[in-house]
């Protein structure tokens, strides 16, 4: 769902509005129950109602929240992402994942003093005008600095940056490639480092929107076991587990440019969220929480590709196996046959999506996969029959 424009436009059997949750399950105000896939697109990376990070978060809440200026928990917090997060001297929070990469990009230009960005065609970085991808109510002077390169087209980035010339402020970059409505590319690690390269050279910041991968990727950011740093980096969704929290992580270089560049929010310092984020940074080092994570998202996926086979419908399974996505060989522009299987798969008890990125969470036990697997198995036979009747 994107903000107020509501899950009408989602298959019929998934529900527009949530009563609660507890794991990896949920239950919509009817009364069904589903076992849970999107993870509220992100933010659940431990569970819901995860009896840790909801008691730290309760308990702050009981002291204090919001105040007239930070807790005390805001300073463990930054602490602990700097020694967690290697490419990290300092922290910036905020609320959301926009706040988050709307501040890199100011802190970017803040230091360098210089105004072009590159962003890669078709990717998301937030609804800001700069980025939104739903361009009604923006003008071409919200994004008159910015330039596009293709995605691990190295030689795109090159031309691009020649275009900034001496004005290029930074690059912004996902993880892997994860657009809405296309099937996902992981990173080719020398089109990281060509782009870290193009940086160094240019003296321009290199932003990793880890927003909706940080944490669910690698423990210490995304492109930690590729081996590149960069100088910014943008966090939110899984960072407190489902409290709102965002925050911008930056390295020595751009520590004099975010302080002085002007951000706030009212509830920016709202500690409840920071308390939770805590807990959820500590538990996520402490459980082997990624470890269960890539497990579940491994089983789910050799799962799906042996029914696919058993009812001879081609599939294709792209991005990592914490942040699934399944697409259907032949289907059209509107996702038909992924809106048949989503909607068959809801009415069984398994809550997917049909062109956005999936998410496993640390709750997903075998069991879990394997319940759902009963109710793909289903929508898999539902699909092969839509084939046979085209």
């Excluded at 298959?11 to 896939?37: H, K, S, T, W």
């Amino acid at each position: 769902m994107y903000g107020h424009q509501n899950a009408g436009r989602l298959p019929a059997a998934l529900p527009q509005f949530m009563a609660e949750g507890d794991g990896c399950r949920v239950r919509d105000v009817d009364g069904n129950d589903y076992i849970d896939f999107m993870c509220s697109y992100g933010p659940i990376i431990l569970g819901h109602r995860h009896p840790v990070v909801d008691a730290a978060a309760l308990d702050q809440q009981l002291r204090a929240d919001c105040q007239n200026g930070p807790g005390e928990v805001m300073v463990e917090l930054a602490e602990r992402l700097v020694d967690v997060v290697d490419h990290a001297d300092w922290a910036i929070f905020s609320k959301n994942g926009t706040d988050a990469t709307t501040t890199c990009v100011t802190v970017a230009r803040a230091t360098t003093e210089r105004r072009k960005v590159l962003v890669a065609e078709g990717a998301y970085h937030g609804a800001a005008p700069w980025c939104t991808p739903i361009i009604n109510g923006v003008v071409p002077d919200d994004r008159a600095h910015l330039l596009h390169y293709q995605f691990n087209d190295l030689d795109s980035a090159d031309k691009a940056a020649s275009v900034a010339g001496d004005d290029l402020a930074a690059i912004v970059v996902s993880p892997f490639r994860h657009d809405a409505r296309h099937e996902q590319e992981l990173v080719d690690p020398n089109f990281a480092r060509g782009l870290r390269s193009i940086c160094d050279g240019a003296g321009a910041a290199l932003i990793l929107d880890d927003v909706r991968c940080g944490f669910r990727m690698a423990y210490g950011g995304s492109w930690e076991p590729i081996g590149v740093a960069p100088d910014l980096s943008a966090w939110s969704k899984a960072i407190a587990n489902g409290y709102p929290l965002a925050a911008v992580l930056g390295n020595e270089r751009f520590r004099a440019g975010a302080e002085k560049i002007y951000v706030t929010g009212s509830f920016w310092f709202s500690a409840a969220a920071m308390a939770a984020g805590l807990a959820t940074v500590d538990t996520l080092g402490s459980e082997s929480a990624l470890a269960k994570i890539e497990r579940a998202g491994a089983r789910l996926r050799d799962g799906l590709a042996a029914q696919a086979r058993g009812h001879g419908v081609e599939i294709r399974q792209t991005g990592p196996p914490q942040m699934p996505l399944l697409t259907f060989a032949g289907d059209d522009e509107k996702f038909t046959l992924a809106s048949e299987w989503t909607d068959v798969a809801a009415r069984r008890g398994a809550y997917f999506h049909p062109w956005h990125n999936w998410f496993l969470s640390a709750a997903h036990t075998d069991a879990d996969i394997d319940e759902a697997l009963l109710a793909t198995d289903e929508a898999f036979a539902a699909v092969r029959k839509a084939l046979d009747h085209r």
